[in-house]
């Protein structure tokens, strides 16, 4: 079974600037979710999807960062303009979506600010 | 208040030691709870699910929980080098449709040979 696929890996930009991360969750799992693990922190959820519905993105910066997900499966998540504390690891996972308890996480995306 | 404390470590233990990991968190709403494995540059992985208290093995690994007192362990007897990494216990409530994890900051594990 393949995993969680995020691209780029890494990606490096000066603030001000806008970006872009891209993600597929495992076939079949209608809940997808961004989070953001900052160095030293652990991960903070940005926004959860069941499928094309947001269910939560009450922690996303909905000023500068957005969020879709077309046809229930691909992600994309952008931040426009970056500022310097967006430097961080973006992390997609995706579970069922039923009362399954396990998130499955992707590699995730380093940002680095500058 | 952080709704999940964690120790950041970092911790150092000889190969074969018995670790002990721990958080404490103030959700009373939490009922499902798990630690996650997070080796450098990659993505956290499940490594124990427990549900409400109790006692949970597999393998190498117990997970408790103790709600009463808020706070949930992780054991790691006989460690292994290949046990470096980052322990992350993650939780969230009992509701469907509400599968939001609370992570806590993660405790770095070094094994040493």
């Known amino acids: 079974e393949a995993g969680v696929a995020q691209s780029p890996r890494y990606k490096i930009i000066e603030k001000r600037q806008s970006v872009a991360f891209w993600c597929n969750p495992i076939?079949?799992?209608?809940?997808l979710y961004w989070y953001q693990q900052i160095l030293g922190q652990g991960p903070k959820l940005l926004i959860q999807f069941q499928n094309n519905g947001v269910v939560d993105d009450s922690q996303l910066p909905k000023d500068r960062f957005s969020a879709e997900r077309l046809k229930g499966v691909d992600s994309t998540l952008k931040i426009q303009p970056a500022k310097l504390e967006d430097s961080a690891v973006y992390l997609c996972a995706s579970s069922l979506g039923d009362t399954s308890y396990e998130q499955y996480f992707g590699p995730g995306t380093r940002l680095t600010v500058t | 208040q952080k709704e999940v404390e964690q120790d950041p470590g970092p911790l150092s233990v000889p190969e074969g030691a018995i670790v002990s990991l721990n958080c404490t968190y103030s959700?009373?709403?939490?009922?499902?709870f798990m630690w996650y494995r997070q080796y450098s540059r990659k993505g956290p992985e499940l490594l124990m699910y427990t549900y409400s208290s109790g006692n949970k093995e597999d393998g190498r690994f117990t997970a408790q929980v103790d709600k009463s007192s808020k706070y949930i362990s992780l054991f790691i007897r006989d460690s292994q080098p290949s046990d470096s990494a980052t322990y992350l216990c993650?939780?969230?409530?009992?509701?469907?449709?509400?599968?939001?994890?609370?992570f806590g900051t993660g405790t770095r594990l070094t094994i040493i040979p």
């Open positions: 959700n009373s709403a939490f009922q499902y």
């Open positions: 993650a939780m969230r409530p009992r509701v469907f449709g509400n599968e939001k994890l609370t």
């Open positions: 076939s079949g799992h209608a809940t």
